[in-house]
């Protein structure tokens, strides 16, 4: 059974720095087609943060380019989400998301605020 357990998430003022966790279970994160990191704030729709394809190529979303920086530990066999120079509006459930075979799995989502 494939799990993902997020941790890091947490209360921080503007201009600090969070790093976010995901733990994967029952397969190695290698052999996902692509890992990604989602985020939803209140009142609007989950949007895609970062991800790394099967090709290894990152890709960030436009509002946190410079800012995060999405890596991973094949020997932890957890993901990572470094970010830095937080702003309020990166408030949200961030959740880590993994598609494999055509099977899509979520972790549960951990809490970032950022506070002005």
């Known amino acids: 059974q494939v799990q993902f357990v997020e941790s890091g998430g947490g209360l921080v003022q503007a201009g600090g720095s969070l790093r976010l966790s995901c733990a994967a279970s029952g397969a190695t994160l290698s052999t996902f087609d692509v890992i990604e990191w989602y985020r939803q704030a209140p009142g609007k729709q989950r949007e895609l943060v970062a991800g790394i394809s099967s090709g290894g190529s990152t890709n960030y979303a436009e509002s946190v380019k410079g800012r995060f920086t999405f890596s991973r530990d094949n020997a932890k066999n957890t993901m990572y989400l470094q970010m830095n120079s937080l702003k309020p509006e990166d408030t949200a459930v961030y959740s880590c998301?993994?598609?494999?075979?055509?099977?899509?799995?979520w972790g549960q989502g951990t809490q970032v605020t950022v506070s002005s």
């Open positions: 998301h993994g598609r494999r075979w055509l099977l899509s799995y």
